[in-house]
């Protein structure tokens, strides 16, 4: 069993109504991996994803495949699970509320040893998270519905102990 702590800076944007609005933020996580193989690691952990108008929380199962069964070396890695969404700004609009959704982060990296017991690691990653915006006002013709797509990439490096 290793702990794995890592955080990236996330450049991308949300599509709402067919135009991108940009958006950027930290992405950190935490995870929990068992080996299944000196290949084949899975498990699951947390996350945070702090953009400038919304937050997530994702839960999350993961997994990651290392290319050679080597110490160093390149992976693959995938993260899927559900995101509370938090959005402070969408609340000020009476009748309204935000929800998170779905997110899965493929992430393509190199880590190596630094101790006996800890390893670097730095990579690629993408993340698409989707949200819900909901918006009433007590009648069938004022009743909004959006679904949020966030589309992400970032620079990540992070630690596994």
Not at 94 to 101: I, K
């Amino acid at each position: 069993m290793v702990a794995v702590f890592d955080g990236s800076i996330t450049l991308g944007g949300k599509v709402t109504q067919n135009q991108l609005v940009f958006r950027s933020g930290p992405n950190l996580n935490a995870s929990i991996l068992y080996k299944k193989n000196p290949q084949f690691q899975y498990g699951g952990g947390f996350g945070y994803l702090g953009l400038e108008d919304e937050t997530f929380i994702p839960l999350f199962l993961q997994m990651r495949v290392k290319l050679r069964p080597k110490p160093s070396g390149f992976y693959f890695g995938l993260r899927s699970g559900y995101s509370i969404g938090i959005s402070p700004k969408a609340l000020q609009v009476e009748g309204s509320s935000f929800q998170g959704g779905w997110m899965i982060q493929p992430t393509f990296g190199y880590i190596t040893p630094i101790s006996q017991r800890a390893k670097f690691q730095f990579g690629l990653q993408m993340l698409y998270q989707q949200g819900l915006l909901k918006r009433s006002k007590g009648t069938i013709q004022t009743n909004y519905t959006e679904r949020l797509r966030f589309t992400m990439v970032g620079i990540m490096c992070g630690f596994t102990f």
